[in-house]
């Protein structure tokens, strides 16, 4: 089926508020900020784990690795708990927010890349244009959304966070941000951070962006990506 919007998104500019230290040994692949404190997934096989991280300083608060053959992936905060997707293993966590003590395991059938909470419900990419609403106590899958701007169907959205009635997903491999009306599925806007890094000797086409968080209190946006030493706090420029 061909998918198509009638909504030709605009492109958005950024300006970076404020920036601040990433441990360039974390993978990211799942980001939060809840609480005062980022949470962070970090994926690879050997080396994937949940951290708890200063803003401020970067320092790991408190981390759990996963078992090595897991690829951990996304991640989101709700009722008290935080849950972490992998990526081809089709199975998930749910944890402690405090502790990061495990409390269950949760199946799926797909890929799992991106996972954020929209109000009562989750919701999860799995690297095609596909976006999951899913019921945080079962995790069962109510709705999926195809996702699609005015040139067709798009595809590979990664890390995702739930913004002020927007799904807000980074598309892997660029630089760019699609915001997503979560009814239709289609781009309203696409934020492009493009030279974000300005570090000529950081290859980001290898360490690609991802991972963006929400402070809904101070209504600041932070992004960052794989590997990277920095996640910036930016103001989206219309």
């Known amino acids: 089926m061909n998918v198509l919007s009638d ?8 300006k970076v508020v404020n920036t601040y230290p990433h441990d360039m ?13 980022l949470y ?16 401020l300083t970067g320092q790991v608060i408190n981390q759990h690795n996963l078992d090595p053959k897991l690829f951990g992936e996304g991640i989101a905060v709700y009722d008290g708990k935080i849950y972490q997707l992998t990526w081809q293993s089709k199975v998930g966590f749910v944890y402690d927010l405090g502790t990061f003590g495990l409390i269950n395991k949760f199946y799926y059938q797909t890929e799992g890349w991106g996972l954020t909470a929209m109000g009562n419900k989750l919701v999860m990419s799995d690297g095609s244009n596909s ?18 701007d005015d040139k067709g169907k798009v595809s590979e959205l990664n890390e995702l966070e739930y913004i002020n009635g927007e799904i807000w997903a ?45 402070d809904s209190v101070g209504k600041r946006i932070f992004v960052t990506g ?3 030493p920095r996640l910036f706090e930016i103001r989206v420029s219309e």
């Not at 030709?8 to 500019?13: E, N, S, V």
């Not at 040994?25 to 404190?37: N, P």
């Not at 962070?40 to 803003?55: A, C, I, N, Y």
């Open 7 to 14: 909504i030709t998104p605009k492109r958005a500019g950024y």
């Open 25 to 37: 040994d974390a993978f990211t692949q799942g980001l939060v900020y809840h609480g005062g404190f």
């Open 40 to 55: 962070e997934g970090t994926g690879q096989e050997t080396r994937s784990s949940l951290r708890k991280v200063d803003l």
């Open 131 to 148: 976006l999951y609403i899913i019921d945080p106590g079962m995790f069962v899958t109510e709705k999926r959304i195809e996702v699609c």
């Open 170 to 214: 980074n598309i892997w491999q660029t630089d760019l941000i699609a915001r997503i009306d979560p009814e239709s599925g289609r781009v309203l806007s696409y934020v492009d951070i493009r030279g974000i890094m300005n570090d000529p000797s950081f290859d980001t086409s290898v360490n690609v962006a991802n991972g963006i968080a929400y």
């Open 226 to 228: 794989k590997n990277w």
